[in-house]
């Protein structure tokens, strides 16, 4: 693979940008690897790329039914932070969040990491309480968070409306570290140094079933054919109960829709990201100079990746108070994900009843920015058996009664 | 926008009009069950990519709670029934049949 430089940007200038190689080779698969990861978005690159960069094992095919990145990883607001409430959660987002701030070096691609900071606005006394209680939680984990006043806040975001009818801004949860990234960019980034390991980037390769003997699964059965494996890791996102159901086991998860919008592109007026949970709306402005809206999921499982239109109405409705300026703004485009919900709103990264298979699966409404942490937990734990950033995400917490609590702490914007 | 008829009042409600209650036809754990069965019951939910029957209620109509038999990969509603039912009727399970011929449902699998 060649490098991506200055040099490699100045000699095809010269040359009329005819010797650029394709990113990531698209090959046919073998008969048999190592290890097979369903799934070709962020978190299943993450988790090839970790196997490869950290384990040395490289005998590797990422398979993916649609094309590389299209499902949550290209849909997602490109939130990055690590802001949580309970201990193992900031143990592995703010994992990501460390390899996040290298990424672009490390995968020698840019990645476009923005840690221009974030802002969960408290609009209600019990959201102060709660923020208040993790900023405190934060820094016993030794991620750094602050509490900002109201006034603070509108230093920082000149364009918000501190004194809303219904809401008022009483304060927020800042995280200088957290941001945004590009998100197409962190899925391909990843392919390109997967593909340079010698690991098979396998798009339009759906899995139709899995096959296993004796308790311990052997392989799957794609649209390309059957292709063995020693150790399979599903990292399907909102089709992991479809892929679960395959392997003969059960996960406690629900898909529903989460949807997304952005508006025409306009000049530079926010500089930070801002979620608002009590009012049900987030948004940053991205480098074009759109404004970038998250809004809610739907109440019913649902797999059509489009979500409901009352929704639109709803987050725009709340932003519309908390930032006037929005009011005046053309929406361009909405588009809808399947999001994996647990019951405790926390991810599940575990070992499961077969041998062999690995799940990586429930991040729900926030899995981008966990992508670096979740690939790289996740390998230690495929390579491994056991990675202490996975231990407490077990798919068997929920019979224990062990929850990592987060749906208490993030409200409904994850 | 997705519309499903009330059986109580015979409105063709919008979904702002509901409020989605989760799987529908649960059989609540009780005292002596396993660990197992109680996992079941609080979080092991039905996500088919395909038939699901779930509760609703008419929240901002008769506020009655009913059953509907839905497709979660089209959205398409195969019909609703009232929630004194402890199966889906044999219209809905027509109608779920006509579309996925080996469909059934788990209780009577």
Not at chain 1, 178 to 193: F, I, K, L, N, P
Not at chain 1, 273 to 286: D, E, F, L, R, W
Not at chain 1, 311 to 333: N, Y
Request: net charge neutral; with cysteine; aromatic share 10%.
């Amino acid at each position: 693979m060649r490098r991506y430089s200055v040099f490699a940007v100045a000699r095809e200038g010269l040359r009329y940008h005819t010797g650029w190689e394709r990113a990531w080779r698209s090959p046919q698969p073998k008969k048999k690897y190592d290890v097979i990861i369903v799934g070709a978005g962020g978190h299943g690159l993450a988790t090839a790329y970790y196997l490869g960069k950290n384990y040395g094992i490289t005998n590797v095919a990422i398979i993916e039914k649609g094309w590389l990145g299209g499902g949550n990883t290209g849909r997602n607001t490109t939130i990055i932070r690590s802001n949580y409430l309970q201990d193992p959660s900031a143990a592995i987002y703010d994992k990501a969040l460390k390899l996040y701030e290298n990424l672009s070096q490390d995968l020698n691609y840019n990645v476009m990491f923005s840690p221009r900071g974030l802002i969960m606005l408290a609009q209600t006394h019990h959201e102060v309480r709660g923020y208040q209680r993790t900023v405190m939680a934060n820094q016993l984990q030794g991620v750094a968070t602050e509490w900002v006043t109201p006034e603070q806040l509108k230093k920082l975001v000149p364009i918000i409306n501190i004194h809303g009818p219904r809401y008022p801004v009483m304060g927020g949860l800042y995280q200088k570290r957290g941001g945004t990234a590009r998100h197409d960019a962190v899925a391909w980034g990843y392919a390109r140094a997967c593909s340079d390991m010698g690991m098979d980037v396998i798009q339009q390769c759906e899995v139709k079933g899995v096959r296993t003997e004796g308790g311990k699964v052997v392989g799957v059965s794609t649209t390309k054919g059957d292709i063995d494996c020693d150790k399979l890791g599903m990292v399907v996102a909102g089709h992991t109960s479809v892929l679960a159901e395959m392997a003969g086991f059960r996960l406690p998860i629900e898909s529903v829709a989460l949807q997304a919008l952005v508006s025409e592109p306009i000049k530079p007026c926010m500089d930070v990201v801002v979620m608002a949970n009590t009012v049900h709306g987030y948004m940053s402005q991205s480098d074009k100079g759109e404004m970038v809206i998250g809004g809610g999921t739907d109440s019913f499982n649902n797999y059509t990746q489009r979500g409901s239109f009352h929704h639109i109405e709803e987050t725009v409705r709340a932003l519309v108070e908390t930032f006037p300026m929005v009011s005046r703004l053309k929406m361009l485009r909405q588009w809808g994900g399947i999001v994996d919900m647990t019951g405790d709103r926390s991810p599940i990264l575990s070992k499961t009843p077969v041998e062999g298979i690995f799940v990586n699966c429930g991040w729900g409404t926030g899995g981008f920015k966990a992508i670096p942490g979740s690939g790289w937990a996740m390998a230690e734990l495929m390579a491994k058996g056991h990675s202490p950033l996975t231990q407490e995400f077990d798919m068997f917490r929920f019979r224990e009664g062990k929850f990592i609590d987060e749906s208490v702490a993030a409200g409904v914007a994850h | 926008m997705l519309l499903l008829q009330c059986p109580y009042c015979g409105v063709n409600a919008e979904e702002t009009e509901l409020a989605a209650g989760g799987e529908a036809h649960l059989k609540r754990a009780t005292v002596g069950d396993s660990d197992e069965a109680f996992e079941g019951y609080l979080f092991m939910r039905e996500n088919k990519k395909g038939v699901h029957l779930e509760r609703w209620r008419h929240a901002y109509g008769c506020g009655k709670w009913f059953l509907a038999a839905r497709d979660t990969a089209t959205l398409e509603v195969f019909g609703t029934y009232p929630a004194q039912t402890t199966e889906p009727p044999a219209d809905v399970t027509e109608n779920i049949r006509a579309k996925y011929p080996d469909w059934s449902w788990k209780e009577t699998a």
